[in-house]
């Protein structure tokens, strides 16, 4: 298949080639911001081989074919340049500005948009390049650290999951946290993030401050995304075709889990009196009942060293990358398109784990006549994954990793053995389950944006679009006849399967009128207003049945010999919106704006639907007064200050219906009290002022923005703890309020710009403080997402709420915990609980990176870190509690315990029969940095390969996630949410075996044509 | 042209407008509103089946399988009917060991009130009914839920109500009538809330039916429940009422020959109310099995949670028909255990450990008026009630002589064997003022292997009150934490 794409690809691309006809002389001078001119930039004729450089000012002299009058003009440093060669003996005087934070660079806002010189608030616009070819499976994951205000977690390491996307800090509680995100103007369904090509993006804008999220009303309380799909281009590029190709390595980031080894562990078992089962028959030959009474222990453990087994590895293995795209582009005077195919396969770090993606894409736009315009885009995907159980138990093979004990043997052990592998004391054994109980699914994603733009008169533009997305999502899971699961759960081999899945549809229909006109030069003025309509529609099945026969293919439910549960489900939301915006700008120099939107939404109670937000912003570009124009190391300055409203309606589709709910008892329909219901309930509301200051200078070589937020929200949308002899723990309410306010902070700097030689560095950091300022009734609430974290008013939001370790009873080796009064006891039911002041949000995240280039070779280096962070290591609480010795393997550091001769030891008396004990003992510093990505490529010279018709060849190398540093956490701190089982939704409260990070390496190049 | 132009999206921005208002009303389609929920007889019929839907779905109660805390499993091991199996997952084991605390405790609390809750729906919307020939029915299941549930809270959380240990006006459990989100109660008195438990059950007597078959309560289960309740109570004639009154509804307490089926709900003998589950019922999505906190199949093999204590299975004599029915022989890596054989399911085809909670039986109405009678004197009629019993248990059984202690004794026996693994162990030493003493055998068959951690826990101990999570107290600050928490 990838052949055929490819022989395909290079048949288009040789066929488009013109013979060349008659050609004619172009001359021209580059020159830069300042007028000077630039050396060694690139001059192409675009669809023809031709090509030259400029000289030491800047000029060059170039044979232009006929037919292809455009030049593509391209030189480190600087954005490209497309120009139409125009005969003639004037020379040309071609003018580029530098690349970074180029003042013309146009910003996607909602419904319209900008420039970097007439944008007001603080947008963060992420270009093509931090998408091109990272080796992720999700877009989500390649903004870490590349946007300021922006915190990027993965949800866990799967292959192709979705990162948790924080903008300005946690701003709800019990409604959503993450941002809207909208692609090509339609906001997406959550499939979306997973089924975009990240190489398909041409650039992604971060909408934070008020004066631009407030036109999404509703639902612009978390930030919003707005990415942007590549076009054709310019008008009249001929088509270029390029092809990309990579293939690589993924394995399990390291962390610093040192386990016990064979002879260690067995030796703890014993000095903690425990006999594991498989000694138990060794020393019943000779008439022992304990590890303890055997006069030499290593009669027996010498008898298990046959079985000593590496668990990581046999479960762990390798991961392969591999990634094909094609795309085609350009545009004629009337029509402009793109059109791409993608096919990604990554085989995750685990047995039985992998992600698929194959995507294809088409833009199109047709410019009718001057006042008709018409478009569409379909998207459309579809994902296969393997998927490995994300539970806390057994099924779960990143838990194996650390559980399994190394005298466990994989395969037949004797007497405990099951289809030939050993049960181990867990008692599973994940590698047979990994093979007998495959779990798969299949997501395919459509989504389709239909246009029609008007110019009835001059200036105005109405424009109506039809966004459609279309989701089905399937998966199955199996247990085979016989395995060691089914054996567990039906006691005869008996096998069982389920399917579930469901089905989305989503439509978004805007109708906007924009009218823009400029009156004496100098008073522009842009107004907006439409409106929307969205409805989303979703139902959801799931059947299972037992009974299956041995035959591995046969799977269906009707080969189950009896059906098991069935469920369907149907929800449906509506939102209908009208906003407004006006625009208004003077002479370039002082810009102000003024959005307003109300949004009707069948989430809420019947009298509490509706909501209006407003929003203003004002700027001033300091450049454009003659007082500044004179100092020409100031290149460009602005000003700007917003203040706005937003709303959340990220809750259930019926959480304001109190409702019963209908379930089967004793196979008859019942009905009970299912939903609690509040009749009042309405928008959570969201007041965010900002300001900040956006500067370049000499010529942009150092640029950078600062910006201030403060963002108050009130009306929380809050799960606010009742009486639990009312039936119901809690009832969702318009309570409380929080606020999150911080600094943000970036940088860039062109160390060099010479002729060959480019060297930036940059970075952002962004300080986010995080406070609640009301609660219901002022109590302390508990977060059922986290087991351990508060709602605390005056605190950040989830504050951990735990005992406080005390260390060690040198005497007698109890545990201690610290009382109220600052005494110890070892009693833990007189232990006090504390609200620390810690949390799982960082207080301070960002990235920083450095590019160099020397005439081809290029080098890119990303990092990315947080801190401030606190995390409950559930991980490594298990490997170093005693009561585990039973099951599980443990961490080398639980030898060191009490004992009468090793009083100072760092762990209490080893006691089996002891608890678990929560404390803060296993609450751990998150602070991280991480080498995210490194990218060595090199670009080989034009001359060279247009002998072989192509345009450019790159080749590369990166590596991701290739080293970081955690001083304070064990295990690697990017701690997205915990195994699913436990319900531990929460960014960064829990590290608890869910899928691991990996490390990618990655060659690949990329040939346009 | 130009009409053109502007017509075509006047139209679109008015459509636009106008088409959307209604659709900002979104119905769900698998649940009613409240207050649509309460008409006909029919939806009165579907809402008491909701009570029952309740219990099965209370994770931390009824249908609890080794979370605490589970009702058919965690009173005997909190007692001394059950040892932890040293080569099990280790589950329950702070509740073996008495270690429970505030924050780690169990959640059965708001579990027992959601059914609560279920069953003051239907007492509220009673009047919807007018004068239906089914309302009495439907108040009386409400009204007997309602109580049912109230004595098990008061029976986990609260001080007993009689005997030497008795507190009667010590913290109960709030007895709840009302749907009010709004309402907070205090824990009132122990016996505040035996008195409205007795109060609605007396109720509830006179409006349920006799036959609503045994997966529902019905009229002897009323009763039997009374029995339960008046014993705990210490009102020993009252007890022996209404066990007199169940048991002339239904006195059979399972023959020899179908007892080992009622384990494996082949037959309905014996059992007076019990909580179905069927094999399609989930929770979070699982299937329920109320016997995964006992024993799980491995491989060929079982793998126990808790088995038998020695000292208990030694009290089954061979001639027993509980021997086989209760005790399981099980091997696992090399050791013999005795496991439970209660819950280990129906077989043909249906899933390991899934079988009902049989949550009231003749037999321990007959063991409640055995042991009321004994106490007022009447040792002839407690040792009928007694033999009535163990003719139907032991092979060959000839009829009893003892009288005096020794008759008391044999009852208080012939319970712990009768009822062990249901659920009741714990709350007869509690009633009773009794200590747990636990043996000193291990948990192999032939009593060796690992010994209990704790052995014992005095009477009156602050741990024979169960805390009350944290967080529930927090939400409503009139609950008080019971002592040593």
Redesign the interface.
């Known amino acids: 298949m990838k052949k055929i794409v490819l022989t395909c690809a290079m048949l288009l691309s040789l066929g488009l080639h013109h013979v060349m006809a008659q050609s004619r002389l172009v001359r021209g001078r580059v020159l830069d911001d300042k007028g000077e001119g630039v050396p060694g930039a690139s001059i192409h004729v675009k669809g023809s081989t031709a090509g030259t450089i400029t000289d030491a000012d800047g000029n060059f002299t170039l044979d232009v074919p006929n037919e292809n009058s455009f030049l593509l003009i391209q030189s480190v440093g600087f954005g490209d340049k497309e120009i139409e060669a125009r005969d003639g003996a004037q020379a040309l005087a071609i003018r580029i500005s530098s690349s970074s934070h180029s003042l013309d660079e146009a910003v996607v806002v909602g419904y319209g948009s900008e420039t970097r010189k007439t944008l007001i608030g603080g947008s963060s616009v992420i270009k093509e390049k931090a998408f091109k070819d990272v080796p992720m499976g999700n877009f989500t994951n390649m903004l870490q650290g590349k946007a300021p205000g922006v915190m990027i977690t993965g949800q866990n390491g799967a292959p192709g999951a979705p990162a948790f996307i924080r903008i300005r800090g946690v701003g709800s509680i019990n409604a959503g946290q993450g941002p809207l995100i909208v692609i090509d103007g339609v906001p997406s369904t959550s499939e979306a993030y997973t089924a975009l090509s990240p190489n398909d993006i041409a650039d992604v804008t971060v909408l934070k401050d008020a004066s631009t999220n407030s036109i999404y009303g509703s639902r612009g309380s978390n930030g919003v995304i707005v990415v942007t799909t590549r076009k054709g281009g310019r008008k009249g590029s001929p088509p270029q075709i390029t092809y990309g190709f990579q293939y690589g390595f993924k394995s399990k980031t390291p962390d610093k889990f040192k386990m016990m080894s064979f002879s260690e562990k067995l030796q703890y078992e014993r000095d903690l009196g425990y006999t594991n089962k498989y000694l138990k028959p060794l020393l019943a030959k000779d008439s022992l009942s304990s590890i303890t009474e055997a006069p030499d222990p290593n009669v027996y453990w010498n008898q298990l060293r046959p079985y000593e087994t590496d668990w990581q590895k046999e479960i762990l293995r390798t991961g392969r990358l591999s990634q094909h795209d094609i795309a085609i582009n350009g545009a004629t005077d009337k029509f402009d398109y793109y059109f791409s195919l993608q096919s990604y396969n990554e085989d995750g770090i685990s047995l039985a784990s992998n992600f698929v993606r194959r995507a294809g894409m088409l833009n199109v736009d047709y410019r009718a006549n001057d006042w008709l315009k018409i478009g569409q885009s379909i998207r459309v995907t579809n994902s296969s994954s393997k998927d490995t159980r994300e539970t806390n138990n057994v099924q779960n093979p990143f838990r194996a990793i650390y559980q399994y004990n190394p005298y466990e043997a994989v395969y037949d052990f004797g007497t405990s053995s099951v289809n030939g592998y050993n049960r181990t004391q867990q008692p599973l054994n994940i590698v047979e389950a990994l093979r007998t109980n495959p779990a798969f699914s299949n997501t395919l994603y459509g989504a389709s944006t239909t246009y029609l733009e008007l110019t009835p008169v001059k200036d105005i533009t109405l424009r109506s679009q039809l966004g459609l997305q279309y989701v089905t999502s399937n998966g199955e899971s199996i247990t085979r006849p016989g395995s060691m699961l089914d054996m567990v759960l039906n006691g005869t081999p008996t096998g069982s399967k389920t399917d579930d899945g469901y089905y989305r549809f989503n439509y978004v229909w805007t109708n906007t009128v924009q009218y823009k006109k400029t009156f004496a030069a100098m008073h522009n003025l842009k107004l907006l207003a439409g409106t929307e309509f969205t409805k989303e529609q979703f139902k959801s099945y799931s059947l299972s049945s037992k009974g299956y026969p041995y035959n591995t293919g046969l799977t269906t439910q009707n080969n189950g010999s009896s059906p098991e549960a069935t469920t369907t489900a149907r929800e449906s939301w509506t939102l209908f919106s009208l906003f407004g915006r006006a625009e208004y700008s003077y002479a370039g120099k002082y810009l102000a704006n003024f959005s307003v939107r109300r949004d009707g939404s069948s989430r809420f109670g019947k009298d509490n639907r509706y909501g209006t937000f407003i929003a203003g912003g004002l700027a001033w570009n300091l450049t454009e007064e003659t007082f500044l124009k004179s100092v020409s190391s100031i290149t460009s300055m602005k000003l700007w200050a917003s203040l706005g409203t937003s709303g959340n309606n990220q809750i259930g589709n019926y959480d304001a219906l109190a409702l019963y709910k209908s379930g089967g008892y004793g196979g008859q329909t019942s009905f009970y009290p299912g939903n609690i219901g509040n009749t009042g309930l309405t928008w959570e509301k969201n007041t965010n002022y900002s300001f900040g200051l956006d500067f370049g200078f000499f010529q942009n070589r150092i640029s950078g923005t600062i910006d201030y937020y403060n963002r108050y929200t009130y009306a929380l949308l809050l799960d606010r703890p009742i009486s639990p002899t009312t039936g119901y723990t809690a009832q969702m309410d318009n309570v409380g309020s929080m606020r999150n306010s911080g600094m943000e902070l970036s940088l860039n700097l062109d160390v060099l710009r010479k002729r060959d030689f480019l060297w930036s560095i940059g970075g952002n950091i962004t300080l986010n403080k995080n406070r609640i300022v009301k609660l219901a009734d002022g109590e302390a609430i508990r977060n059922t997402g986290t087991a351990n974290t508060y709602y605390v008013v005056g605190k950040p939001i989830d504050v951990y709420y735990l005992q406080q370790y005390a260390g060690v009873d040198p005497v007698n080796g109890d545990e201690l915990w610290y009382k109220k009064d600052g005494t110890t006891t070892n009693n833990y039911n007189e232990a006090d609980l504390f609200y620390l002041d810690k949390t799982p949000d960082p207080s301070f995240f960002g990235g920083f990176y450095t590019n160099l280039s020397y005439k081809g070779i290029q080098l890119g280096i990303d990092c990315a870190y947080a801190g401030g962070n606190y995390i409950y290591n559930q991980m490594w609480a298990n490997a170093n509690t005693p009561k585990n010795v039973t099951t599980s393997n443990m961490a080398m550091a639980a030898l060191d315990y009490w004992r009468p001769d090793n009083t100072g030891a760092s762990n209490p008396r080893a006691d089996y029969n002891q608890p678990a004990y929560n404390s803060d003992r296993w609450l751990q510093k998150g602070n991280f940095i991480r080498l995210r990505n490194v990218t060595l490529s090199y670009n080989l010279p034009v001359s060279l390969i247009s002998r072989v018709k192509m345009q450019a060849l790159r080749v590369y190398v990166q590596g991701q996630n290739l080293w970081y540093s955690a001083p304070g956490f064990k295990g690697d701190p990017e701690v997205g949410t915990g195994a699913q089982e436990g319900g531990f939704l929460r960014s960064g409260a829990i590290a608890l075996y869910s899928y691991p990070q990996s490390k990618v390496i990655t060659f690949g190049l990329n040939v346009t044509f | 042209m130009?009409k053109i132009?502007?017509i075509?999206?006047l139209c679109?921005?008015l459509a636009?407008?106008v088409?959307?208002?209604k659709?900002?009303?979104?119905d769900?389609?698998?649940?009613?509103?409240?207050e649509q929920?309460f008409s006909t007889v029919n939806?009165f019929e579907?809402?008491?089946?909701?009570?029952?839907?309740?219990m099965?779905?209370s994770s931390e109660y009824l249908g609890a399988q080794d979370d605490p805390i589970a009702w058919m499993l965690t009173p005997d091991l909190l007692a001394d009917n059950l040892i932890s199996q040293?080569?099990g997952?280790?589950s329950q084991?702070?509740f073996g060991?008495w270690?429970y605390?505030?924050?780690?405790t169990s959640g059965m609390?708001?579990d027992a009130?959601?059914?609560?809750?279920?069953a003051n729906?239907i007492l509220e919307h009673i009047d919807n009914l007018g004068q239906a020939p089914e309302r009495a029915n439907y108040e009386g299941e409400a009204l007997a839920a309602r109580a049912m549930v109230h004595f098990d809270l008061l029976r986990v959380y609260a001080k007993p109500v009689s005997g030497p240990r008795a507190d009667p006006g010590a913290p109960g459990v709030?007895y709840?009538m009302t749907?009010?989100?709004?309402?907070?109660?205090d824990r009132g008195t122990v016996k505040g809330t035996y008195d409205n438990i007795v109060a609605d059950l007396i109720k509830a007597a006179e409006l349920i039916n006799e036959k609503n078959g045994v997966?529902r309560l019905n009229k002897a289960a009323v009763y039997g429940l009374l029995s339960r309740v008046y014993l705990y109570g210490g009102a020993w004639q009252q007890c022996i009422d209404a066990a007199t009154a169940c048991l002339a509804v239904s006195a059979d307490p399972g023959s020899r020959t179908v007892f080992p089926d009622i384990w494996k709900d082949a037959t309905e003998a014996g059992v007076i109310f019990k909580i179905?589950i069927?094999?399609?019922?989930?929770l979070g999505?699982q299937?329920i099995l109320i016997g995964n906190g006992y024993s799980?199949?491995?491989?060929?093999?079982i793998?126990s949670e808790w088995v038998v204590s020695h000292s208990l299975a030694l009290l089954y004599d061979t001639t027993d028909i509980r021997t086989a029915a209760y005790l399981l022989k099980t091997k696992?890596?090399?050791?013999d255990y005795i496991a439970v054989a209660k819950y280990?399911?129906r077989g043909g085809?249906e899933?390991?450990n899934l079988v009902d909670v049989k949550y009231l039986r003749v037999a321990e109405v007959l063991l409640n008026r055995a042991e009321a009678y004994a106490i007022t004197g009447n040792e002839a009629s407690a040792l009928g009630d007694l033999d009535a019993l163990r003719s139907n248990r032991y092979a060959g059984f000839s009829a009893g002589t003892e009288t005096g202690q020794a008759l008391k004794d044999a009852i208080d026996k012939e319970r712990r064997l009768e009822l062990a693994f249901e659920g009741d162990r714990w709350f007869t030493l509690k009633r009773k003022g009794l200590p747990v003493a636990r043996d000193a055998f291990g948990d192999?068959a032939d009593g060796?292997?690992t010994p209990y951690?704790v052995r014992d826990l005095p009477a009156g101990d602050n741990r024979w009150l169960i805390p009350i999570p944290?967080?529930?107290i927090?939400?409503?600050p009139?609950?008080v934490q019971n002592p040593?928490?």
């Open positions: 130009r132009k502007i075509i999206p679109l921005m636009g407008m088409a959307c208002r659709d900002l009303v979104q769900p389609t698998n649940a009613v509103p409240v929920a939806d579907m809402a008491a089946l909701g009570v029952y839907f309740e099965v779905h040293q080569t997952r280790g084991r702070t060991n270690q605390s505030a924050s780690n609390f708001a009130y959601s059914i609560i809750r279920a729906g709030p709840v749907t009010d989100l709004k309402d907070a109660p997966g179905k069927m094999s399609q019922d989930r999505g299937p799980q199949s491995s491989g060929n093999e793998v696992y890596s090399g050791a280990r399911g085809g899933a390991a192999f060796t292997g951690f944290l967080e529930y927090n939400a409503n009139n609950l040593g928490y």
